[in-house]
């Protein structure tokens, strides 16, 4: 049973508009979440985080909002560069003490077109 | 960037034989973590660590094993191959400092045949 979600296995956005990737999930104990992006043949690289007490985080080009009633949670890049095409992640923790235990949506590809 | 760094990088083995894997860290961090990424599943935590011979399973622990004598080394074994084990090996790490943000190596590329 997938806890998170990403339904988009892809996204084709004009350079310079906005992209906006969406995540769901359905373990309500989640209260932390990370995107991150991922170029191929490399690691994972972490891009923005919120807090479920915030609704919304940004960082530069990059906004996160967080809808904890839905379960939703989505990444805003504006204005979208062709350096943004990659596959994208969200993550979701419990937040407990020590080690975070990182499930995963199953990733969605960005391709922004000149 | 985290110095986190894994050997091999690509790697071909056959079924039933033993395989290791190695993260290493230049960041003294305490928390060490491994995934695999398959197509259609994102990311699935395999085994992590929170400290020096404290290890404990994650989602899709079966077939691994995991061990760390020392803070800067994490090594995932896979005692006996299967063609189920092909797939892309990441290593993270995280610290008490920021506990929620893991920060992930460049990945092992293996495939069993």
């Known amino acids: 049973d997938q806890q998170v979600k990403q339904n988009s296995p892809s996204l084709s956005v004009q350079e310079g508009r906005i992209s906006i990737l969406n995540c769901d999930y359905t373990?309500?104990?989640?209260?932390?979440f990370l995107w991150y992006k991922k170029y191929p043949a490399e690691g994972p690289t972490f891009l923005i985080s919120?807090?479920?007490?915030?609704d919304k985080n940004e960082d530069g080009r990059f906004t996160v909002f967080l809808n904890k009633s839905a379960k939703h949670l989505s990444l805003h890049i504006v204005p979208s560069q062709p350096g943004d095409s990659a596959v994208y992640f969200c993550?979701?923790?419990?937040?407990?003490?020590?080690?975070?235990?990182?499930?995963f949506g199953q990733g969605t590809r960005l391709t922004i077109n000149p | 960037d985290a110095g986190i760094t894994q050997s091999p990088r690509h790697k071909v083995t056959e079924t039933g034989t033993p395989v290791t894997l190695r993260c290493h860290q230049t960041?003294?961090?305490?928390?060490m973590y491994w995934y695999r990424q398959d197509p259609g599943h994102g990311l699935r935590l395999i085994h992590y660590?929170?400290?020096?011979?404290?290890?404990d399973k994650g989602e899709v622990s079966d077939g691994y094993s995991v061990s760390r004598s020392k803070t800067e080394d994490f090594l995932l074994t896979l005692e006996s191959a299967t063609s189920s084990q092909t797939s892309v090996y990441f290593c993270?790490?995280?610290?008490?400092?920021?506990?929620?943000?893991?920060?992930f190596g460049p990945g092992t590329r293996l495939l069993v045949l």
């Open positions: 373990n309500s104990m989640f209260d932390y």
């Open positions: 993270a790490i995280s610290d008490p400092r920021d506990l929620e943000t893991q920060y």
């Open positions: 993550a979701a923790s419990e937040g407990n003490q020590g080690a975070q235990k990182l499930v």
């Open positions: 660590s929170y400290g020096v011979k404290d290890t």
């Open positions: 919120i807090s479920s007490i915030k």
């Open positions: 960041e003294n961090h305490r928390y």
